[in-house]
Nanobody, 128 residues
């Protein structure tokens, strides 16, 4: 059973930084696309960043480009999301996600229906 476990959420002041982690329970997802989504109260789940686990290529939507950085440590089987210059609009539950590529490009990972596995989420609260 695949498990994705997020950690690192918490309360941070506007302008601050936070690093989220996503630990994978299995090493069988070798060529998977991995990514982060977030969901604020009353809003739809929003795509934040994606990384190709094997090759390391990344993709970001314009909303976070330049502020967020996704990375992975293959040895630790863990993915990270470094978030800088946070503001109140970044307040949300952040979810780790994984999907089998199935010939799709990384930029399409924002399609929620394409995700195979979800973590339970970690709450990030940015105070203004």
């Amino acid at each position: 059973q695949v498990q994705l476990v997020e950690s690192g959420g918490g309360l941070v002041q506007a302008g601050g930084s936070l690093r989220l982690s996503c630990a994978r329970s299995t090493r069988t997802l070798t060529n998977y696309h991995m990514g982060w989504f977030r969901q604020a109260p009353g809003k739809e789940r929003e795509f934040v960043a994606a990384i190709n686990w094997s090759g390391g290529s990344t993709y970001y939507p314009d909303s976070v480009k330049g502020r967020f950085t996704i990375s992975r440590d293959i040895a630790k089987n863990t993915m990270y999301l470094q978030m800088n210059s946070l503001d109140a609009e970044d307040t949300a539950v952040y979810y780790c996600a994984a999907r089998s590529p199935q010939g799709r490009i990384l930029a399409t990972m924002g399609e929620v229906k394409s995700i195979d596995y979800w973590g339970k989420g970690t709450l990030v609260t940015v105070s203004s």
